[in-house]
């Protein structure tokens, strides 16, 4: 008897240390595994409700415009317009959804909605620059802005002599560099003889107030820092035209071109702003020619006058159609207007306005948040604003 009781603690004892051991091995794997883990009831095959179940967190790549950057040899309409659904913004977010196309320059999935307000933006490679013509020069430029090192690029043709050229300071998209604007945006080739300037945000964003990544919370000096390009350019630059200083911006850069804009009022001959609403309300009085492009399919939008508004990294945007009325207003314009379609882009311009204020409303069919390159019966949002901005230039 006394050995058949042995025998059966013997057994507890060594199921009781088979028990640890397995619970020790389980601990090393989960501890040493690589993907966060949270805790979760029970869900799925095999679980008891109520129990907690260890599930992979997904990691969040935010940015906004990383995915525009993939697709700047792309020739989409509107970018891309057959881009799948995405899903509808969360407001408590803060997050601006995206969705992406080739051309890799980042390392995001093509159909993941991303929230920009959590962590930090993903690398992409900066790409060498479209190949410029004969004679031009590219050159990259420094600058401090208080304690801040900055800089920007700049593109231009060889001087000739007694012709001024005119200035174009485009500003890139959240999570962009310089060079990728510059292959974005194809304005190098419909400019013309102009100096072309891409000015590097800080973190590659730019604080247009309310919202917009890295730069807002840090509160960077981002209109001191371009009126200082601006400057910088004008005085290195002897045949750069004091009186055509052109501003454009896409998404994060078109609403720090528009906060720019009515900072410095008289410092900008005409202001361009694709896929962008402003963030706050602009007290300039001084009319501006405008153009704003847009596409009825971008998911960070709200595009009818009327229609819902969109609340982004906390604060409430204007619709597209506000937008517009803003300007009209800034501008003082009246009611009248033209419209005309090409291909799939209607353009509306508002011509009959205060000293040489002008607006002009591009929307593309389609599209989403990306930078329209148009195709062979619908004009690039390159062609729309070069022709708009040149035609104020004498």
């Known amino acids: 008897m006394d050995q058949l009781e042995g025998t059966s ?9 088979s028990a640890i051991m397995v619970g020790a091995i389980m601990v090393l794997v989960v501890g040493h595994h690589s993907t966060p883990v949270a805790l979760r009831a029970g869900s799925g095959p095999g679980t008891n409700p109520g129990i907690a179940t260890r599930v992979a967190i997904p990691q969040t790549r935010p ?64 790409p060498a620059l479209t190949e410029i013509p004969p004679g031009w020069t590219s050159s990259t430029n420094n600058l401090n802005v208080g304690t801040m090192a900055r800089s920007y690029l700049m593109i231009r043709p060889p001087p000739q002599s007694g012709t001024s ?16 604007m510059e292959r974005l945006s194809h304005l190098l ?6 100096i072309a300037v891409y000015p590097a945000g800080w973190n590659r964003s730019w ?24 400057r ?49 309300p602009c007290a300039s009085t001084r009319p501006l020619p405008t153009v704003l492009v847009a596409s009825s399919g971008d998911p960070l939008l709200s595009i009818p006058t009327d229609g819902a508004r969109k609340i982004m990294q906390g604060y409430l945007e204007p619709t597209m159609g506000q937008t517009v009325d803003q300007w009209r207003q800034l501008d003082g314009c009246s009611p009248a207007a033209s419209s005309r379609t090409t291909g799939m882009v209607v353009s509306t311009v508002w011509s009959y306005c205060r000293a040489q204020g002008r607006v002009q409303y591009d929307l593309y069919k389609g599209g989403s948040h990306r930078w329209p390159t148009g195709d062979g019966t619908t ?15 004498a």
């Open 379 to 393: 004009p690039s949002a390159a062609t729309l604003i070069s022709r708009f901005l040149w035609a104020g230039h």
């Open 232 to 280: 910088q350019v004008l005085a290195s630059q002897p045949d750069a035209s004091a009186r055509h200083v052109y501003l454009v911006g896409y998404s994060n850069g078109g609403r720090m071109a528009m906060d720019l804009a009515c900072a410095k009022p008289g410092m900008f001959a005409g202001l361009a702003a694709v896929e962008a609403v402003p963030v706050a």
């Open 165 to 180: 050229l005119p200035v174009v300071i485009i500003l890139h998209g959240r999570g962009l560099y310089p060079a990728i």
């Open 207 to 230: 604080n247009a107030g309310g919202c917009c990544g890295m730069a807002h919370r840090a509160s960077v000096d981002d209109v001191g820092f371009l009126s200082e390009v601006v």
């Open 63 to 126: 940015d906004d415009d990383t995915t525009a950057a993939r697709s700047a040899g792309g020739r989409s309409l509107a970018g891309s317009a057959g881009a799948k659904p995405v899903a509808p913004l969360d407001p408590s977010s803060g997050g601006e959804p995206t969705t992406s196309t080739p051309e890799g320059l980042a390392p995001t999935d093509p159909d993941d909605p991303t929230d920009p307000s959590q962590g930090p933006i993903p690398e992409i490679a900066s």
């Open 189 to 194: 080739p419909v400019v013309g003889r102009a």
């Open 9 to 17: 603690w013997k057994k507890v004892v060594s199921s009781l240390l």
